[in-house]
């Protein structure tokens, strides 16, 4: 049957070569029927890949241990979930995990669009087409998911495998990678878009409008599986910690930056006909940082937390970014002509201004973080000597960068666009100003000294009101008309422009996050060797040892430490963190006792037994639970931005050629 | 001043301010990564500096003491003591035969200090070459992966 998987893979990557081919020609020499035999190939190609994706499973969930892959992966005992989750555990399914979305996003815009677009589709099935050969390379030539074991050219057999790696089986773990995949692969889409439009000529900003939508759900994806990443080092590994600037991280983060600049830049084209260029520079740059944190994860170029093996698919990854970058720059400049801007920038107290420092400040902290996650790459080939950067440097830079932005958040959208009158200034900030100007005295008088904090914190309240104010001004504006309540006023506000009002919510989620970061310089440690009868004290919590127990599964041995929890000499109940030690991983695990709060988290691990006593890490957080909070709020707000418009807009714009148009202005 | 100026003003002060924390911060936070023999060539100046050594954990090297762990890492054969100090205890990941690395300055009793030690989560990409398992091993022979394809030849 691994024959069968293989030989898919094989007539994938034929029929991939062939939909290049199909759509070309038939693009050029327009014959629609080859087009079309181009874009039937696409859907060939998904299901051939999701034959072998199949069969892959299949043999995961039977415990096939003939297989390589099966057996380095899962084990009997595994519980299905994880078993299935195994398809994307290793190098070599996760390739293929790779091909079977890239062909799946591939089929869905095939069918969604072939009415539509004509004149690109045939240039987009081409450029999907080969991203897909490239992956379908891996796949079928290098690291085969279908390798068997063998011995002596004999097939064999092992009788069980070796499972997954206790830390990893959490909820957050398994779902962790797809999100990240699903937003990696996205980003494919809306490049072959732009690059079909520029190889065609294609006027306007169709490619951008047409990918709107996709781009902001990749962007979801992406983030959302940052995040649980994220929540997943906090809630499992037992450190507290929820952000090491670890290279895999950044990995996943750098394309994520360059697609929020992205997003923010294409308003400049839809509502003005500026930054062409750049736009195509930034899809393109998101496309290859994807292709690119793919590449870092996989190859093992840089040491990391995340274990990677030496692997041989560095050199094709390498290959593949040098012929993908050095086409799209070529295609970009000879195309120079038709990206021309349609106006200029007026003054620095602008809206344009405000987005063009919002992309300068993203793709400097784009920069920042991928310079310090190559740097040990880059000294060792320039001064022979292997050098790495600590987070302190990643933290040194990225939170001005951040309060820069977090600063930008709050006066972007209320900037007017071509220049802002100092009335509408006044209007607009005076009061969120003396705001922030007042939380950040109150701030310093109620004792607190950390610059950035304080910083943070003001700018948080800063952002938030001129948030509420516009939410509020607009929906007391159709009160006043329409005489319904606020609350449903608000609503329909948001209705009549889910892109801006869902835009102001994701920020909102932003500056939440950020009152949760805001909180850790006041993170309290104690570590504490107790017994029973001891107690341990962190922050203004006392921790009373009630009881150390210990037991066995079949699956691990575990010791658990009962303690008392009290603030004040009020008592809070009994946390019980726990240590679990896994017989056949041979490998511990601690399961954190938490006890959240919307002011701070208490956060206790049993670290390890010496003796007879325990060895607990009690950490106090504040604030943390504010940054989950922001991602739910932020994941909200995008599905907002996704509701369709109950007024259509359109955008007033000069034109480079011919007269302007005169559409009704629509003032927003 | 024109509107460009004062643009590229502007840009030219946050680039310049970025460019400086980012250079300036390179002094306190970089870590040398050195092999076992490259810290044993670079002699007395090894201690001067803060490195980043990494090796394999040497089967029951580990001996636990009262805030100290000591082991032993080992890489291309050479052997060198690690005596852990730091407040945090040790990951999960760390065991006998664990990838590790360790953040530390070298003592001058040829010790190796650490603060930190990284062990590899083995989230288990590839198995590492030489690091299969027992059942992979029947009898004498390395078993060896093939493809289908080439098997099916």
């Not at chain 1, 591939?106 to 099935?125: C, D, E, I, S, Y």
């Not at chain 1, 005295?441 to 910083?455: D, E, F, H, V």
């Not at chain 1, 107690?535 to 009962?562: F, N, P």
Request: aromatic fraction near 12%; include cysteine.
């Amino acid at each position: 049957m691994e024959n069968v998987g293989a030989l898919a893979l094989l007539l994938a990557f034929c029929i991939s070569l062939y939909a290049i081919v199909a759509s070309v020609a038939g693009r050029l020499g327009n014959k629609p029927f080859l087009t079309l035999s181009g874009e039937r190939a696409v859907l060939a190609v998904w299901l051939l890949i999701s034959t072998a994706a199949g069969i892959l499973i299949y043999s995961l969930m039977t415990g096939d241990m003939r297989m390589a892959y099966v057996a380095s992966h899962t084990n009997r005992a595994m519980p299905k979930f994880y078993k299935f989750a195994a398809w994307w555990g290793g190098q070599e399914g996760s390739l293929l995990f790779w091909s079977w979305i890239l062909s799946t996003y591939g089929a869905v815009v095939v069918l969604t669009g072939r009415g539509k677009h004509r004149m690109l589709m045939p240039w987009v099935v081409a450029i999907l087409s080969s991203v897909q050969i490239f992956f379908l390379t891996l796949n079928a030539f290098v690291v085969s998911p279908f390798q068997v074991l063998a011995l002596d050219r004999v097939v064999t057999s092992v009788p069980d495998g070796m499972g997954l790696n206790p830390l990893l089986q959490y909820w957050a773990m398994v779902i962790h990678p797809p999100m990240l995949y699903l937003g990696y692969v996205g980003f494919a889409v809306p490049f072959a878009f732009a690059m079909a439009s520029l190889i065609s000529k294609a006027p306007g900003d169709s490619w951008i409008h047409t990918t709107r939508r996709w781009t902001i759900v990749t962007w979801l994806f992406q983030g959302t599986g940052i995040m649980l990443g994220s929540a997943w080092a906090y809630h499992v590994l037992g450190w507290g910690g929820y952000w090491m600037w670890d290279p895999v991280e950044n990995a996943s983060l750098l394309p994520w930056l360059a697609a929020t600049a992205f997003l923010h830049s294409v308003m400049m084209q839809e509502k003005k006909g500026m930054m062409k260029v750049w736009n195509m520079v930034l899809i393109a740059a998101t496309f290859f940082l994807c292709i690119y944190g793919t590449f870092l994860t996989r190859s093992g170029i840089i040491s990391s937390v995340h274990a990677f093996a030496e692997s041989p698919i560095g050199k094709y990854f390498v290959g593949f970014l040098a012929i993908g970058i050095a086409a799209t720059v070529w295609l970009i400049l000879d195309r120079l002509d038709y990206l021309k801007s349609e106006a200029e920038l007026e003054s620095v107290v602008s809206r344009e201004s405000s987005f063009l420092f919002n992309n300068l400040i993203l793709l400097a902290s784009c920069f920042a973080v991928l310079w310090g996650t190559m740097f040990p790459v880059l000294s060792e080939k320039f001064s022979t000597e292997k050098i790495s950067l600590d987070a302190v440097w990643f933290n040194r830079l990225m939170v001005p960068i951040g309060l820069f932005l977090l600063f930008l958040t709050g006066v972007g959208p209320l900037f007017a666009w071509r220049r802002t009158s100092m009335e509408s200034l006044r209007k607009n900030f005076q009061w969120p100003g003396i705001g922030m100007l007042v939380v950040v005295a109150a701030l310093y008088a109620g004792g607190m000294r950390y610059p950035y904090s304080i910083i943070s914190l003001g700018l948080c309240f800063f952002v938030l009101a001129t948030i509420f104010m516009e939410f509020f001004r607009g929906s007391r504006a159709i009160n006043e008309k329409t005489n319904v309540g606020l609350i449903p006023a608000m609503i329909e506000l948001t209705h009549r422009n889910t892109r801006r009002y869902g835009g102001y919510l994701v920020h909102m989620g932003m500056v939440l996050m950020f009152i949760g970061w805001s909180g850790h310089p006041f993170n309290q440690t104690a570590i504490g060797e107790v017994n029973k009868g001891d107690t341990m004290r962190v922050g203004s919590y006392l921790l009373k040892v009630a009881d150390l127990t210990q037991g066995e599964t079949s699956d691990y041995q575990w010791d658990t430490a009962i303690l008392e929890v009290s603030k004040n000499g009020k008592s809070l109940g009994i946390l019980e963190p726990t240590r679990r030690f896994y017989k056949i991983a041979q490998q511990g695990t601690a399961e954190v006792a938490l006890r959240t709060r919307l002011n701070e988290d208490l956060y206790i691990n049993y670290a390890a037994r010496v003796g007879d006593k325990a060895t607990l890490q009690a950490y106090v957080f504040p604030l943390v639970t504010w940054i989950w909070v922001g991602v739910v709020v932020l994941i909200g707000g995008t599905f907002v931005c996704l509701v369709p418009s109950k007024v259509a807009r359109s955008y007033p714009r000069t034109e480079v050629v011919g007269i302007a148009k005169t559409n009704a202005p629509v003032k927003v | 001043m024109n509107k460009y100026g004062k643009f590229a003003i502007l840009m030219a002060i946050i680039v310049g301010s970025l460019s400086f924390l980012a250079y300036s911060g390179i002094q306190g936070s970089t870590s040398y990564y050195k092999t076992i023999p490259e810290l044993r060539k670079m002699g007395n100046s090894a201690q001067s500096r803060h490195i980043r050594v990494s090796g394999n954990v040497q089967g029951d090297s580990i001996v636990r003491e009262a805030g100290l762990v000591k082991f032993n890492l080992v890489e291309e054969k050479e052997t060198l003591r690690v005596a852990y100090e730091g407040r945090d205890p040790l990951p999960d990941t760390f065991r006998d035969g664990a990838q590790a690395l360790a953040d530390g300055r070298l003592g001058p009793d040829n010790v190796f200090h650490a603060t930190e030690i990284q062990a590899k989560c083995a989230s288990k990409y590839a198995p590492k070459p030489g690091m299969a398992p027992d059942q992979l091993q029947p009898g004498a022979k390395p078993a060896v992966m093939t493809s289908p394809m080439r098997s099916s030849l």
